[in-house]
């Protein structure tokens, strides 16, 4: 009884002490089994990982995984809005708020343009996807749903999953209020983007490095930000013909769609389903630099600097065997 007495206490001290370390990404993901309550940043229209990763969160919520507060569209342009409004629609998530920004990144590169969803018919001109929302023009600007949202939620309760520009995180914190908001109100930053390997520019600091500068410079430096950068995505590729096979049984979707008409290749590899991943389902599927601090140059380098004291760290790339295993975490996602 006595042994059996001690080795309880020291499974106990254990776990205190791995519950206590200064790892944010143990401390945050292991420790904490609260479901996540996320919104999600996102450039949609350009590439198709966006809609792979918006799918995901679907089917996160579907599961009880996760609770959708609302869906920030930080490209310009309300037809992008009507894409997630297409998408919000046909998944059940018709009631979700969506944020538009319109004072962004002007002529932002498009890989892949399928915003005009809400627009395609059938063969006899019925439209192929309903939608709910009637006048885009009303949708709030994105960082003021930003602060909506952050005002009504509970202390440290709220997850933003970031897979685009920063727009609408830097006017967050450049309104007023917003960097308290941020410090009292979100737990934790799960984004995708920058490069940490070759010493190029990320597309997604890189398209508005000005949004960048000020994310970097005001984010708080108490409130933990977890990076995908795009050189661990871009060894996941889910290629149009495989995800279309996948779907085949599937009847009318809108994600099926995007991808049956679309010709672009190069906008397959799932950078932005990573950052889902780790925000939902936590560090068990990465491994992860040390603690530092991030920051960004004038056309969208990123500079990492190592300290026990940064709130920041970021993924590392995988091997063939983990993208693999990723990508079979995505298939069963868009197919189950």
Not at 28 to 38: A, L, Q, R, T, W
Not at 92 to 103: F, K, Q, T, W
Not at 186 to 208: E, R
Request: net charge negative; hydrophobic share 40%.
């Amino acid at each position: 009884m006595i042994f059996r007495s001690l080795s309880l206490s020291i499974i106990l001290l254990f776990l205190l002490i791995s519950c206590s370390s200064s790892r944010r990404g143990e401390t945050d993901s292991i420790c904490d089994n609260e479901v996540p309550s996320v919104i999600f940043d996102t450039d949609i229209c350009g590439s198709t990982d966006d809609l792979v990763a918006l799918r995901a969160i679907y089917k996160y919520a579907d599961e009880g995984k996760c609770n959708l507060l609302g869906v920030i569209v930080d490209r310009e342009g309300e037809r992008n809005a009507s894409c997630v409004d297409v998408f919000n629609t046909f998944y059940g998530y018709a009631d979700i708020p969506v944020g538009l920004v319109r004072e962004g990144i002007k002529g932002a590169k498009v890989w892949n343009d399928y915003s005009g969803i809400a627009e395609w018919v059938d063969s006899v001109g019925n439209p192929l996807f309903s939608h709910t929302i009637e006048d885009y023009s009303s949708l709030p600007d994105g960082f003021l749903l930003y602060s909506q949202l952050l005002s009504s939620a509970p202390d440290k309760s709220v997850t933003i999953v970031s897979v685009g520009f920063l727009t609408a995180l830097a006017q967050l914190l450049e309104s007023e209020d917003g960097i308290q908001l941020v410090t009292d109100k979100v737990k934790a930053l799960y984004m995708m983007g920058g490069k940490f390997v070759d010493g190029k520019p990320d597309y997604n600091f890189a398209q508005g490095p000005e949004f960048a500068e000020k994310f970097f410079t005001l984010w708080p430096s108490t409130t933990p930000v977890f990076i995908s950068p795009s050189e661990v995505g871009s060894g996941v590729y889910y290629n149009r013909e495989r995800l279309l096979s996948d779907m085949q049984s599937v009847g009318r979707d809108p994600l099926k769609e995007v991808y049956a008409r679309s010709m672009t290749d190069t906008t397959q590899k799932m950078w932005d389903f990573l950052a889902v991943l780790h925000a939902v389902e936590g560090d068990r599927w990465f491994k992860l630099s040390d603690s530092g601090f991030v920051t960004v140059d004038s056309v969208g380098h990123t500079f990492f600097t190592p300290s026990p004291d940064g709130n920041f760290c970021y993924q590392l790339p995988g091997d063939k065997a983990w993208n693999d295993s990723v990508l079979t975490k995505i298939r069963s996602v868009i197919c189950d």
